[in-house]
């Protein structure tokens, strides 16, 4: 048994049908949990199959505390796996088999991620570093200046020679497969980050004591908008998030960031020879 969670606001009933016919094409059993942020319940009637648990919160909780809602139902069901996803996600058939596949015969793997595209096919570079403050100035304001080129590069871990996994600091919160027992181990997600940046925190957290992967054997699709650097509210939330973040991991003093970074790269060297 597998479970899967999608957090919803207010999304567009249309846009949901590609998501919900990639997971039905999934072979493996499973439980998808809606968890509905809106302020009204008119998308419950989508979810009539008897796969689908839906919950309707009446307001909007946030990212991370609403895929804990999610988890915990998943921890009572004793799923061995469970995939978070965005609602802008689809796939092919046997992609989420492939990866279960993988994580299931690495035991130290706790976290894994596919490679994540563009519909138009182009790669998404969301695999990352730990990141310090000045990485992520750089990648929000500068990102298409070729004077940070090869800081950003290194920052997300980019190379030519895409088709092998290795270990990744960062799993994006768009799609990751978590081993459930990690949840015992480290928790839930820090519900303190409203939206952006939990994902890092997990991901921290979870490599504390497991392998994150990203496994870019294969893929899924993610109509990524950049919606921070388009809406002055989600930008505020994307710098508070920022600062909440470094508040609890180090601004300029992050020891584990400098260890856990140069074991990274020195890794990744490796896999990329």
């Given at each position: 048994?597998?479970?899967?969670?999608?957090?919803?606001?207010?999304?567009?009933?249309?846009?949901?049908?590609?998501?919900?016919?990639?997971?039905?094409?999934?072979?493996?059993?499973?439980?998808?949990?809606?968890?509905?942020?809106?302020?009204?319940?008119?998308?419950?009637?989508?979810?009539?199959?008897?796969?689908?648990?839906?919950?309707?919160?009446?307001k909007n909780v946030g990212f991370g505390a609403g895929h804990n809602i999610a988890i915990n139902k998943s921890l009572e069901?004793?799923?061995?796996?469970?995939?978070?996803?965005?609602?802008?996600?689809?796939?092919?058939?046997?992609?989420?088999?492939?990866?279960?596949?993988?994580?299931?015969?690495?035991?130290?793997?706790?976290?894994?991620?596919?490679?994540?595209?563009?519909?138009?096919?182009?790669?998404?570079?969301?695999?990352?570093?730990?990141?310090?403050?000045?990485?992520?100035?750089?990648?929000?304001?500068?990102?298409?200046?070729?004077?940070?080129?090869?800081?950003?590069?290194?920052?997300?871990?980019?190379?030519?020679?895409?088709?092998k996994s290795y270990e990744s600091p960062i799993i994006s919160g768009c799609?990751?497969?978590?081993?459930?027992?990690?949840?015992?181990?480290?928790?839930?997600?820090?519900?303190?980050?409203?939206?952006?940046?939990?994902?890092?925190?997990?991901?921290?957290?979870?490599?504390?004591?497991?392998?994150?992967?990203?496994?870019?054997?294969?893929?899924?699709?993610?109509?990524?908008?950049?919606?921070?650097?388009?809406?002055?509210?989600?930008?505020?939330?994307?710098?508070?998030?920022?600062?909440?973040?470094?508040?609890?991991?180090?601004?300029?003093?992050?020891?584990?960031?400098?260890?856990?970074?140069?074991?990274?790269?020195?890794?990744?060297?490796?896999?990329?020879?």
């Open positions: 048994m597998i479970s899967i969670s999608i957090v919803l606001y207010k999304q567009n009933s249309i846009d949901l049908e590609a998501i919900l016919t990639s997971i039905s094409k999934i072979t493996i059993e499973y439980k998808l949990f809606i968890i509905d942020n809106s302020p009204n319940n008119t998308l419950k009637d989508l979810f009539n199959d008897n796969k689908i648990i839906y919950t309707n919160n009446n069901i004793d799923s061995k796996y469970h995939i978070v996803m965005n609602p802008d996600i689809y796939f092919d058939a046997g992609v989420i088999e492939r990866l279960i596949e993988y994580i299931d015969s690495h035991q130290d793997t706790g976290l894994i991620m596919p490679e994540i595209l563009y519909p138009n096919g182009q790669i998404q570079y969301l695999p990352k570093l730990l990141p310090g403050p000045l990485d992520l100035v750089i990648r929000r304001f500068f990102y298409t200046n070729n004077l940070f080129k090869n800081r950003i590069n290194s920052y997300e871990m980019r190379s030519e020679q895409t088709k799609f990751s497969i978590f081993r459930t027992e990690v949840f015992y181990k480290i928790g839930l997600y820090d519900e303190r980050f409203f939206m952006y940046f939990e994902d890092f925190d997990i991901s921290r957290r979870v490599n504390q004591k497991y392998k994150t992967v990203y496994y870019p054997l294969v893929s899924v699709y993610h109509n990524y908008e950049r919606g921070a650097g388009k809406r002055i509210m989600l930008f505020q939330i994307f710098i508070m998030s920022a600062i909440r973040y470094f508040n609890k991991w180090g601004w300029v003093f992050d020891f584990s960031r400098k260890q856990v970074n140069a074991q990274a790269i020195q890794k990744f060297k490796e896999v990329i020879k």
